[in-house]
């Protein structure tokens, strides 16, 4: 059985769970209600951007770091750890290898690691004051296993991990990057043979299980989800104070109608449009603070929004709210 997504709702005499298509309308004007949903998407929008570039440009410093003291391969999720202090090494290394920058040689000690990390560094973070091991790297990289993980300190506080699993029995593939105050955690798993929808809904239509949550440290958060239980394939997007759940009945089932609606590499969009909604249920926005309903939601499809997915909430005095749905 597909789960509801619920909260909790008190009153003086009972406990009991309201799902969310059975709360209350709230009695904010349409006007209002375009505000909170407005205010909640520009801040998920904003929170990915700043996370993104967080990363990008703490990645970019350690990579000069490790280029400069010649330790790039070492931390190399793809690499073979092949660098010319390895090479050196070889011979030293038990279940690891320790290297610790030597000033005055201009060059790694290296000694065999007894942590149960694959490679631990210490070297300066600075490129033009090599006096201090300020910057710790624990890279430990189990390509058997599928699992890589790598974790930076400065002056003994985290600066960057990222950590990238595989589960193979399940076909999912999870990936974490924290980026103080970031955190960002992708989960995805596909179908290995998905039926049809490809060329409609491309990569959602193999999707099995995906999920996407993102924070910084005491301010904004956001949780996105794609789940797919037995045919039915759930949606969750909590984001700030609103929510939006719905789930598409059948999925699986009229995955393969989709491709049937492409005729001479031309869409038939108000075709698929039209079987996607009425298949689409369960699908309303929560105002989380209030435990109220704002309306119902769903997607829109079109050839704009074929490049960018869209959404439309309508409220219940009949406005509506345009809006883009992202996953990340």
């Not at 956001?222 to 239980?229: P, R, S």
Request: charged residues 30%; negative net charge; aromatic residues 10%.
């Amino acid at each position: 059985m597909l789960c509801l997504f619920v909260c909790f709702a008190c009153d003086d005499n009972d406990d009991k769970v309201v799902a969310d298509v059975d709360k209350p309308y709230s009695k904010m004007s349409s006007s209002e209600l375009k505000n909170v949903l407005e205010e909640n998407l520009t801040a998920r929008d904003q929170l990915v951007d700043e996370c993104n570039k967080a990363s990008v440009k703490t990645n970019k410093e350690l990579m000069t770091i490790a280029r400069h003291y010649d330790f790039a391969d070492f931390i190399d999720m793809n690499g073979g750890l092949q660098s010319a202090a390895r090479a050196k090494a070889e011979e030293e290394v038990v279940k690891g290898v320790l290297l610790k920058w030597n000033r005055d040689k201009k060059d790694f000690d290296i000694t065999a690691n007894a942590e149960q990390c694959l490679v631990e560094i210490q070297v300066p973070s600075s490129l033009t004051d090599d006096s201090k091991n300020d910057l710790l790297v624990k890279v430990t990289n189990d390509k058997l296993n599928g699992k890589f993980e790598m974790f930076v300190y400065k002056n003994e506080t985290l600066w960057f991990s990222h950590i990238v699993e595989a589960d193979k029995e399940n076909d999912l593939q999870t990936e974490v990057i924290v980026c103080p105050p970031y955190t960002m955690r992708t989960e995805l798993a596909v179908r290995k043979q998905a039926a049809g929808g490809d060329i409609m809904l491309g990569k959602w239509a193999k999707v099995k299980y995906a999920r996407v949550t993102c924070e910084k440290e005491g301010g904004f958060s956001y949780k996105g989800e794609m789940n797919l239980v037995e045919d039915d394939l759930s949606v969750l997007l909590d984001c700030g104070n609103v929510r939006f759940t719905g789930k598409f009945v059948g999925f699986t089932a009229f995955m393969p109608l989709l491709d049937e609606l492409v005729e001479d590499g031309k869409v038939d969009i108000a075709l698929m449009a039209e079987l996607l909604r009425n298949n689409f249920r369960q699908n309303v926005v929560v105002f989380t603070d209030r435990d109220e309903k704002i309306g119902d939601w769903y997607f829109v499809f079109d050839e704009e929004s074929r490049k960018e997915r869209k959404f439309k909430c309508v409220f219940q005095d009949g406005e509506e709210y345009m809006g883009v749905w992202k996953l990340i």
